[in-house]
């Protein structure tokens, strides 16, 4: 079973233009989350997706940022435009949580990071 | 609000040795989970080990344990017997039992092995 993959690994862009990430979640799994980490600092939640509903997005930062999940399948993080302080790694997680026995667990990905110069 | 305090930005053991990390949460919840993922470099985070707010016995998984202390609202990681592929950034973190809620994390301590 294939788990959660993020794409692009890194992207580096300029102040001011736009980059988009990609999350495929676990095939199945209703819930994904968008979380980002700045050097140095906890990983802050971003937004939850139920399939293609926004659950939460108490998260996101400003209206800079635009989260979508089509289908319910996979979702994209929007920047633009992009400014310094968006620079992290940007971590998406599933979940199916819906189902008997469910543990609490996110199975996360390996990460985009982005720089913002 | 909750939130999830690692006061251990890094540290360091050798091979062999045992090695305890600390975290300390706050909640006014009575049930919840709390986790350890490991994030080695480059890679992707993955549960370490996991505990339910209602059990009273601490969690363990081969090398990994915990001493967890519901009154203190402390979860500390113990790592024996410490092996290179430890090595990684490790996070605590707090989620409300339940489903749709999201998972708060502390900000991480990054573990270095010694050989």
């Known amino acids: 079973e294939a788990g959660v993959t993020q794409f692009p690994s890194h992207s580096v862009i300029e102040k001011g233009q736009t980059v988009t990430l990609r999350c495929d979640p676990i095939?199945?799994?209703?819930?994904l989350y968008w979380y980002r980490r700045v050097m140095g600092k906890e990983i802050k939640f971003l937004l939850h997706?139920?399939?293609?509903?926004?659950?939460?997005e108490s998260g996101m930062p400003n209206n800079r940022f635009l989260a979508e999940r089509t289908g319910g399948t996979y979702s994209t993080l929007k920047v633009q435009p992009a400014e310094l302080e968006d620079s992290g790694v940007y971590f998406c997680?599933?979940?199916?949580?819906?189902?008997?026995?469910?543990?609490?667990?996110?199975?996360f990905g390996e990460g985009s990071r982005l720089t913002v110069l | 609000a909750q939130t999830v305090t690692q006061s251990q930005p890094e540290m360091s053991v050798q091979e062999a040795e045992t090695v305890t990390l600390s975290c300390t949460y706050d909640?006014?919840?009575?049930?919840?989970?709390l986790f350890w993922y490991k994030q080695p470099p480059s890679r992707q985070m993955i549960l370490v080990i996991r505990?339910?707010?209602?059990?009273?016995q601490n969690a363990t998984e081969n090398r990994f344990s915990v001493n967890f202390q519901k009154a203190a609202k402390s979860f500390s990681l113990k790592i024996s017997d410490s092996q290179l592929g430890d090595a990684a950034m490790y996070f605590c973190?707090?989620?409300?039992?339940?489903?749709?809620?999201?998972?708060?994390f502390g900000k991480g301590t990054r573990l270095h092995i010694l050989p």
């Open positions: 997680a599933s979940s199916q949580e819906w189902r008997t026995g469910f543990t609490g667990e996110l199975f």
């Open positions: 095939s199945g799994h209703d819930n």
């Open positions: 997706f139920v399939k293609e509903s926004k659950q939460d």
């Open positions: 909640t006014s919840e009575s049930d919840y989970y």
């Open positions: 505990q339910e707010a209602y059990k009273q």
């Open positions: 973190a707090y989620r409300r039992r339940g489903r749709d809620d999201k998972i708060i």
